[in-house]
């Protein structure tokens, strides 16, 4: 069974750092674009940052851009993001995604992620 789990979610005060893992299992990731989505509650999922294959490229949502950072560890086919100087407004449930086609570049736009994990909560509190 392909999976994708997120772990690394919690409860956390603003200005404080979070860092959420998405590992891989029943194949592996490490030709794939990947990138982290969140929703918040009553809003629509959205684009936070995205890396490909090799990490050498990544892009972010210009709300995290300078607080955020993504990675990746393909010999664990995990993907990391760091997240510092959080603020209330980044509370959302966070989905890590894969790219189902292999070598292809990052994206923001979802529709173009066939593999997604089940979420983990992240909550700022202010």
């Known amino acids: 069974q392909v999976q994708l789990v997120e772990s690394g979610g919690g409860l956390v005060q603003s200005g404080g750092s979070l860092r959420l893992s998405c590992a891989g299992s029943?194949?592996?990731?490490?030709?794939?674009?990947m990138g982290w989505f969140r929703q918040a509650p009553g809003k629509e999922r959205v684009f936070v940052a995205t890396?490909?294959?090799?990490?050498?490229?990544?892009d972010y949502a210009d709300s995290v851009k300078g607080r955020f950072t993504i990675s990746r560890v393909n010999a664990n086919n995990t993907m990391y993001l760091q997240m510092n100087t959080l603020k209330p407004e980044d509370t959302a449930v966070y989905y890590c995604?894969?790219?189902?086609?292999?070598?292809?570049?990052?994206?923001?736009?979802?529709?173009?992620?066939?593999?997604w994990g089940q979420g983990t909560q992240v909550t700022v509190s202010s």
């Open positions: 890396i490909n294959w090799s990490g050498s490229a990544t």
């Open positions: 995604a894969a790219r189902s086609g292999l070598l292809t570049p990052h994206s923001a736009d979802s529709s173009d992620y066939g593999y």
């Open positions: 029943g194949r592996t990731f490490t030709l794939n674009a």
